[in-house]
């Protein structure tokens, strides 16, 4: 595997659903996403085994094993992650209609004005967010550092953060009524790769 590229994977779990309740999907969902940070682990690098693989956490909550950093994200029908040798962070989010009062909260004044020039002001709306969120999980960090305290620049064709340019922000097209944004100082995008339930469990099953 080449080095210095993000690896990203995506697993559609609307499969799930069948006679599971709304609490007892989320929870399945979440274990899926669990066993995807170990497929990408093995992917990445199959040395790695349930006997030598040390998951490491940092300050505020992040994991991450040495050499490579990793990330997971889940949304609706969507668990997503990505890897790479470098800080990463990965978002995904549904579109929903939403009172956009929030953006007050949550975005910069430069901010708002590009969700309002959108053709479709929500997902407008949802890739400014992913996007902003890719850069906070991919800086460690997450809701420990406030979505106002930092403003997107739009002037690069990947956005970047005003104050931090170092980290690229690339969106990904996994599905129209999603937004999702992979984030990290690696600038190079491998293959995106689409999984079933079966294979990410099969890997595990050696791994946990």
Not at 74 to 95: F, L
Not at 166 to 174: C, G, P
Request: one cysteine or more.
């Amino acid at each position: 595997m080449v080095k210095n590229v993000i690896d990203v994977y995506c697993v559609k779990c609307d499969v799930l659903k069948n006679n599971n309740r709304r609490v007892e999907y989320k929870k399945k969902q979440s274990e899926i996403a669990k066993k995807l940070i170990y497929y990408m682990i093995n992917k990445k690098n199959p040395i790695y085994n349930k006997e030598n693989l040390s998951i490491q956490i940092g300050k505020y909550g992040k994991p991450y094993i040495d050499h490579f950093f990793f990330n997971v994200a889940h949304s609706g029908d969507w668990v997503v992650g990505a890897i790479a040798n470098n800080n990463i962070g990965i978002d995904i989010e549904k579109h929903k209609k939403r009172d956009f009062d929030i953006c007050k909260s949550f975005f910069s004044k430069n901010e708002q004005k590009y969700i309002i020039t959108c053709s479709d002001v929500f997902k407008g709306f949802y890739d400014v967010w992913v996007a902003k969120e890719s850069y906070m999980k991919a800086i460690g960090m997450g809701f420990y550092k406030d979505m106002i305290s930092f403003e997107l620049d739009f002037l690069y064709e990947n956005w970047r953060v005003s104050s931090n340019n170092k980290y690229v922000i690339q969106s990904i097209d996994i599905d129209p009524s999603y937004s999702c944004a992979v984030c990290s100082i690696d600038k190079t995008m491998g293959v995106i790769t689409y999984l079933e339930i079966n294979e990410v469990e099969g890997c595990c099953d050696s791994l946990l």
